[in-house]
């Protein structure tokens, strides 16, 4: 059976407060280290914000200067940009030396007038026609002229000159939605073109000597082509 304790209350009290001292005396040493280490980094904090908050009374000094101008701040901005341009252009002196410039003209200025060219006229006092270009033809190729009279077809002239009908249905195959190679009307006149085979390269329909309509051979068979405005 074990002794028992026989010290008074108070002693066990305070036996059980003296095993407790170290445990407590610990945590206020970690407190206290804990509050120095929060001061510390407050302090580093407050230094660093210190800089920027410079920068910015710096930038709203300029910012109140402006705003307590009188002028609106766009205005006062462009005196700035101006004021120095200015007292520039004050400075700046041009030298007295001028370039050498041409010598004017003395004189008058004569200006030439055009002068109507009379047009050539005959012996007989009539307009002379202009000279037309001479198209110049391979050697053996002709020209075969054919005036059309009333009621004639191009069956007739191809017949009269004894030329192939097959070149003839091709080009009243292709002859276009006027069909005047078919309508031939009296006056016009019809020019083949005939190389020395007596092959047709080229079929005309003329009034007054001008080319209205025109065929030429490609390979075997023919194309209208336009005639080009003169």
Do not use: C
Not at 10 to 31: F, K, N, T, V, Y
Not at 61 to 85: C, M, V
Not at 112 to 121: F, G, T, Y
């Amino acid at each position: 059976m074990p002794t028992p304790d026989r010290r008074p209350r108070g002693q066990h009290r305070r036996a059980r407060q003296g095993r407790r001292a170290p445990a407590e005396g610990s945590l206020l040493q970690r407190i206290q280290i804990m509050m120095k280490d929060w001061r510390q980094a407050r302090q580093e904090r407050a230094a660093g914000a210190a800089k920027p908050s410079a920068s910015r009374s710096s930038a709203n000094a300029r910012g109140n200067w402006l705003d307590k101008s009188p002028l609106p701040r766009r205005h006062t901005l462009g005196l700035l940009i101006l004021l120095p341009l200015w007292l520039i252009l004050l400075a700046w002196q041009p030298s007295d030396e001028l370039p050498a410039t041409a010598a004017a003209p003395s004189g008058s200025l004569e200006v030439p007038l055009a002068v109507p060219v009379q047009a050539a006229r005959t012996s007989d006092g009539q307009p002379q026609k202009p000279v037309k270009s001479v198209e110049q033809l391979p050697a053996g190729w002709q020209w075969l002229d054919h005036e059309i009279g009333g009621g004639e077809t191009l069956f007739a002239v191809f017949r009269k000159y004894q030329l192939p009908g097959a070149e003839l249905s091709r080009l009243v195959a292709i002859e276009g939605p006027d069909r005047p190679l078919t309508r031939l009307q009296s006056g016009k006149t019809v020019n083949i073109l005939l190389d020395n085979n007596r092959r047709i390269q080229r079929v005309e329909i003329r009034s007054h000597d001008e080319p209205i309509y025109r065929y030429v051979r490609e390979n075997e068979g023919f194309a209208q082509k336009e005639i080009p405005a003169s």
